[in-house]
Structure formats: structure tokens, C-alpha cells
């Protein structure tokens, strides 16, 4: 075993009053490549922003080069060699790789203005080490995604980078970005360097990596060399969690089909062919950037289609806009709440009727208001959204009955086909599961439910049929009897089930 | 302390009474309200672009160029109903051009309205050749005129216009579809669209009521000067935005009301009557004006950073 250069003891770490890291230990070996793999918020993240000190833990030790350190900001650990390749890269498209490479520590003269000899000299030499033959004078923008990827790189290195820490590296990148990424990676370590590799593609862990660290739920679950392992293992580990009966699931009787879709594919997602039945729950799972939300932003008229049908009863849309999918029954309950799933700005009243106000008013569009209220004051009821009356602002109300209101508003539209996208994403455990009793209400109406939701044990625990989705494509569907968290995690990598 | 822009308005009528003997004259009550209704026309239609986060510059120029049309059509012989109708249609038609720019072209709207600004003086200039167009003499001039300076139950009828203008865009605002749809599209554009809302046609009512209303304000001009002037309206848009400011709205948009620009839009008229009837130097009333304005935004800033 090689030396240890990166250590973190018993890292804990709490956002207010939430543990989100207990007791983790983290290690970096020098010249390895240590893989970080787990499902969306296992703590990955977390833990790499403790390391290069933009959150501060809440316990624990970090020890660089066998001395404890305290990492208050970025800049400090940039100083003890520790670079974070961000998976959303952080360069300037708009300036030149040279200015990309040096920005904030440009090279002056005595004068104080920059020497640009020198910054794009040393900036080439940098390039040329990771065979980059680009000229250090064009503009990142200009650049494939690999080669920005590189160029951040080069930025690392020019820092004196010991540990490179890289986010999904592989996400955007063809195959042979990937495995001129991958030779990088090899140089790397071959020159001592050390490298935090994090990805949910568990191919390229086993292609590139030394050992693995597996985190689950903020927890530690094990640290192991790569040749102890295998995909399966892992997988499992990332997944045992335990399955608590929260969710009130209640049996369907599946009615026909109403919702066809058939080799649906655009920019985002290839060749999807599903169907949704009456009063069924189809979860939708998958890892971060598997397309899952845009395949629904699709089904809602957001993203156009390039090929395919989607067929609503028998009858085939064109969904040019979120308008056409509400008049042929189709709704969508937003994950980006505050972006794109209610206005802020309006109040209770104002967000519920927003997609249906048509029938709340005449034909020049008068709104009644007595009709509005009336119905509002049924949904505030109903769904006990907790607010001091239909003229709340929608920025005093907590998170989860935010996400009532959002949902109240597209019920309001009268769809045949409700599409939630991460239903209970921020909000709390008491209206977690008010939200789980509404959408068996839903259900037992007769609706048609699509629910894509990053937490397993919600898909396994609410869905009738789980579908996986993986880089864009259906890697599998599984009826509920036969569905396991490690089967859907198998079919999440991209693994087809035995 | 709610309504900060009527507390100003208020201070302004108090210290106004105090300082001269002649301000609660109903001779002056009535000028100050007739000189404020060119601006309030305009204003309204600002009020709707700055609530969807957008400005109109061009009204400007739309007054300028509406102004020569209805007065050539006037001095030709037209009818006034034919030419009022047609002028206010045009200033729609430019209206809806600057909401095409904007929703369909992608333009930021001060852009866009800053291009057509630009060019409706140009081609005001061209068509005018400079001059102003005058319409005393021909058939139809005396009723055209009766729209500046004709009086009904001894309340000028700009008055009348001005109010009404108001009471339709409350109405719009408060009552109709459309009315709701500008705050929702002010407060989150892309929420808007998921709740199946085609903004670009709220933003198309929007620039075209701007541009209906420009035109509107041209018309009055012209009538009550009984001619068109090639430079008429020119920096009208920024009396405009400074009364919808004045009146409490966002420019971040989502956030105001009709009620703060009819407040807005007296504050200012006030503040040029006093200073006229102060006898300050032209030179000093802008100074004066432009320290009024931003002391009355920055109370609202306050507020607002308060609560």
C-alpha cells in the first residue's frame, strides 16, 4: 500500500440540525486513483466540498501530508495542492485558455500590466503536457467539452495540483474524449499525482481506478481495493438500504392503456417506448443526467421531439408547447419548484388557477373571482396546504406547501396524466407523506401517474411498475413484484439484470 | 405606512399650499391635471411593459410620428374618427411590432424599443421634413382640436381620456385574464410557460397597448396644439418611467400597480406646476425634478429592504 496523502478521520458534517455525512473516513493515496461512488445525495458531494474547504465540517480531522489542516475557504486548500474539477466546469467561455488558466494570478510586469508572453508561454507549456495542441490564445467557448475538461486540467496542474478531485468527468464526453481523459489520468499517475475520481459509471471505475470508496446515506459502507470487487458488489453496497413501510401504497387495478409512448426521441432521449395505464403509478428511476426529466418535459410539450409518437387515447399529439399538452389532459408537477413550478410573486389563489383560469372567466376573459375562491378554498382543504388564506404570497409558505400549491395548480387543469417530477424533493417528513396519501387519492380517481423520484425506496415503496432509465434510454422495466433497490441501481449504471 | 408614493404626493400638496396662495385654485387644480394626463396615457402603457419586466422607449417617438400622421390626415380633409382610429391603429401595429422583436426576435426590450425609438424620429423627421404640420384652417380642424382643448362640464377632455385610460387598465389588471398572466409573467417568466401560458402573446398585448396608448398621447398633443412638431414627445419615455418608478413598480417587474402610476404620474405633474409656479429658473427644474425622484425611490428602496 502506498502512502497515504489526503486523510479524513470521523468527518461529520450537519445542515441545520440535518446529519448529512456521520463519521466518514476518506483516504487519498499517493500516485492512485481513488473512485467516490453512491447514489444521489449518498454524500459524495459533501464530502469533496469539506475537502477543498467550501463547507466546514461539523466534526473530524483532516490530515494533508500527515499534518491536520483547517480548510476555510477554496483558496486555502488550492494552497495544500487539492484541485476540484466541477462536473458544471468552471471556466470563462468568453475568455482565452490562457486567460482561462491564469485567471487572478496573471503574470505582471513591473509596471503591473499582464505580460501576455508569459502567460500564454507558460500557459502552451501546460497544454503540451497533456498533448492539448490547441492554441492558449482561443477561446474556451470554442472548445469541446473533453478539451475544456483538459483545459481545466491544465488549470489544476499550473495551481501545483497534488490531488485532482474530478465530478462525473465522463459525463458530456464522447468515447474517445473519454479515453484520451483516461491516458490524461494515467500520465497523472504516473507522475505522482493522485486522483479523486467520482462517477456513476462503474465501467470506467474498473477501467481507471485503484480502490473504491462506497459512500450510502452519509455513512461510510467500505473502502476497498478494486480487485476486491466487482460491479455487482458495489452496487449492492450502494444500495441496502433499509425499506421502511412509510409509503401507503395501495393496490391498482390497472384500466387500459391511456397514455402510448413510442420510440420517442430528441436531444435528450432515445428511442423511449412505454406505456401508462389507467390508475397506475409508473415510477421512473435513474441516476442524475439519465434524462429522466427531460423524457417528461418532452411528454409536456417543454422539448420538442424528433421522432416518435405520443398517444393520448388513442389519438397522437404535437405538443408545440405546455399549452397543448394541458388542453389534451397531460400535467407536470415540476422538480425545479421555484424555477419553473410557481411564481413566487402571486399569491395562493393566483398560482392554483394559473393553468386553468380559462375556466374561471368569460369570453373577454373577466376572472370570477367568487368562483376562483371557492375552488381555492377547496384545494387549501382538501390538501391541507398550510397558509394564512388564498392571498399569501407564495414566498411565505415552507417548501412543502409550495410543492401542494404546485401540485393543486396542475389537479386544477383536470389531466388524465399527472407527471411528478420528484414530488417530495425539499420538503419535510410530515408533508412527505401527506404528499403520498394525495397522490393515492389521485390514483383511486382514476388518474394516470408518472413519478420520477432519485430516492429508490419512494419509487419501490408509491409505483406499481418502475421503468429505468440510463444516459437517455429505458434500461429495463420492472413490475413492482419482481423490482429490488439492486435491481433498479443495476439497470441506473447502465447493467442489464440476469 | 403602506402607500409611500401617496405620503410623498401629499407632502408635495402640504408643502405646495404652504409655499404659495395660488396652488388650491381650481384653475390650477385643473391645469395640473390636464398637463399631467399626456404623461399618465403614456405612463400606463410603461406600466404594463415594466410589469413584465420589459420598458418601452419608443413611446416617444410613436407620439411624434401618430402626431404628424393624424395631423396630415386632419389638414387633408379626413374625418376625425377615420383619422383617430387609424392613428391609434398604427401606434398598435408599432406596438406590436416592438412585442415581435421582443418575443419572437429575442431582443432585450430596451434594445429593441431603443432601435425603434431611434428610427420612428428618423422617419418622423423625413415625413414633417423638419416642419410642423399644421392643421388650423382645414374642415375637420376645429372638432380634431376640441380633443386637446375642449371642456365638458368645465373639466378639460384630456381629463376625461386620462381617467378612463386608468379605469381600463385597472380593470385589465385587476379583472382580466390577461391582467393576471402580466404579474405572473413578471414574476417567473419560465413558471409562466409550464402553467401552459404563451408569453409571447402577453408579451405582444403588452408592447401593442404601449403603442396604442403613445399614439393616443399624440393625438392629444397634436389636438391641443392644433399641430404636429417634428421633435413632439421626445424624452417623454423617461417622464413615463420615472412616474411608474415614482408609483411603487418593480423594474425587476411582477410588482406594482395602476394606482402607484396614477400617483407617479401626479407627483411629477405637480412637481412642474410647483416649480413653474415658484418661478424657478427652467435650468434649476430638472435638478430640482431628478432630486425629488430619486429621493422618493429611495424611501421606496427602503422600505422594501425592510420588510
Known sequence: ?498 | MKNKPLIVLLILCVIMSILNDRFWTWGNIITVLRQTSINAVIATGMTFAILIGGIDLSVGSVLAICGAIAASMISSGYDVVLTVVLTLLLGLGIGLVNGVLISKGRLQPFIATLGTMTLLRGVTLVYTQGKPIRTTGAEESVLFSKIGTGYFLHIPIPIYIMILVFIIAYFILRHLRIGRYIYALGSNEEATMYSGIKTDNVKLFVYSASGLLAALAGIIVTARLSSAQPTAGAGYELDAIAAVVLGGTSMAGGIGAISGTVIGALIIGLLNNALNLLQVPSYYQDVAKGVVILIAVLMDRKQKAAR
Open chain 1, 1 to 498: 500500500m502506498s502512502e497515504t496523502i489526503i486523510a479524513m478521520k470521523n468527518i461529520a458534517k450537519e445542515f441545520s440540525g440535518v446529519r448529512v455525512l456521520k463519521n466518514v473516513s476518506f483516504n487519498i493515496y499517493d500516485g492512485k486513483v481513488m473512485a467516490l461512488v453512491g447514489e444521489n445525495g449518498a454524500g459524495k458531494s459533501t464530502l469533496m466540498k469539506i475537502l477543498t474547504g467550501v463547507y466546514t465540517k461539523t466534526s473530524g480531522q483532516i490530515f494533508a501530508y500527515g499534518k491536520e489542516v483547517n480548510f476555510s475557504n477554496p483558496k486555502d486548500s488550492q494552497r495544500s495542492g487539492i484541485a476540484f474539477i466541477h462536473q458544471e466546469l468552471n471556466l470563462i467561455r468568453h475568455l482565452s485558455i490562457g486567460e482561462n488558466i491564469f485567471l487572478g494570478r496573471e503574470p505582471v510586469s513591473k509596471l503591473g500590466n499582464i505580460n501576455w508572453k508569459q502567460l500564454y508561454n507558460e500557459s502552451k507549456q501546460w497544454l503540451d503536457k497533456l498533448g492539448l495542441k490547441e492554441d492558449p490564445r482561443e477561446l474556451v467557448g470554442n472548445l469541446s467539452v473533453g478539451k475544456q475538461q483538459l483545459v481545466e486540467i491544465a488549470k489544476a496542474l499550473s495551481l501545483n495540483a497534488k490531488v485532482i478531485i474530478m465530478d462525473e468527468p465522463t459525463g458530456a464526453l464522447t468515447v474517445a474524449e473519454t479515453e484520451k481523459l483516461f491516458s490524461v489520468i494515467r500520465e497523472l499517475k504516473a507522475n505522482g499525482h493522485s486522483i479523486v475520481y467520482i462517477s456513476h459509471r462503474l465501467k470506467e471505475i474498473f477501467e481507471i481506478c485503484d480502490d473504491v470508496t462506497v459512500l450510502r446515506d452519509g455513512e461510510l459502507i467500505c473502502e476497498k481495493s478494486i480487485d476486491e470487487l466487482d460491479e455487482d458488489k458495489i452496487i449492492e453496497m450502494m444500495v441496502g438500504r433499509k425499506l421502511d413501510e412509510q409509503y401507503p401504497r395501495i393496490p391498482c387495478e390497472p384500466g387500459e392503456v391511456v397514455l402510448d409512448v413510442r420510440d420517442l426521441t430528441n436531444k435528450f432521449v432515445k428511442d423511449v417506448s412505454f406505456t401508462l395505464r389507467q390508475g397506475e403509478i409508473l415510477g421512473i428511476a435513474g441516476l442524475m443526467g439519465a434524462g429522466r426529466t427531460e423524457l417528461a418535459r418532452t411528454l409536456y410539450g417543454v422539448y420538442r421531439k424528433d421522432r416518435g409518437e405520443i398517444i393520448l387515447e388513442n389519438r397522437k399529439l404535437r405538443l408545440r408547447h405546455p399549452t397543448d399538452a394541458l388542453k389534451q389532459g397531460i400535467a407536470y408537477v415540476s422538480e425545479d419548484r421555484k424555477g419553473n413550478g410557481i411564481v413566487l410573486g402571486l399569491n395562493v389563489r393566483e398560482n392554483i388557477t394559473l393553468s386553468a383560469l380559462r375556466s374561471y372567466s368569460g369570453r373577454i376573459g373577466k376572472i370570477s373571482r367568487s368562483k376562483e375562491e371557492q375552488s381555492v378554498q377547496n384545494y387549501i382543504q382538501s390538501m391541507t396546504i398550510k397558509t394564512s388564506g388564498s392571498g399569501q404570497l407564495l414566498k411565505y409558505l415552507s417548501g412543502g406547501n409550495q410543492q401542494k400549491v404546485s401540485i393543486a395548480k396542475n389537479l386544477d387543469a383536470k389531466p388524465k396524466v399527472l407527471i411528478l417530477d420528484e414530488p417530495t424533493r425539499g420538503v419535510d417528513v410530515g408533508a412527505k407523506k401527506e404528499i403520498y396519501e394525495l397522490i393515492n387519492q389521485f390514483k383511486k380517481q382514476g388518474m394516470s401517474i408518472i413519478m420520477i423520484s432519485s430516492e429508490i425506496p419512494e419509487i419501490l415503496g408509491m409505483s406499481d411498475r418502475i421503468m429505468v432509465m440510463h444516459e437517455g434510454r429505458i434500461m429495463g422495466t420492472l413490475d413492482r413484484a419482481e423490482a429490488t433497490q439492486e435491481k433498479i441501481m443495476t439497470l441506473a449504471v447502465g447493467k442489464e439484470v440476469s
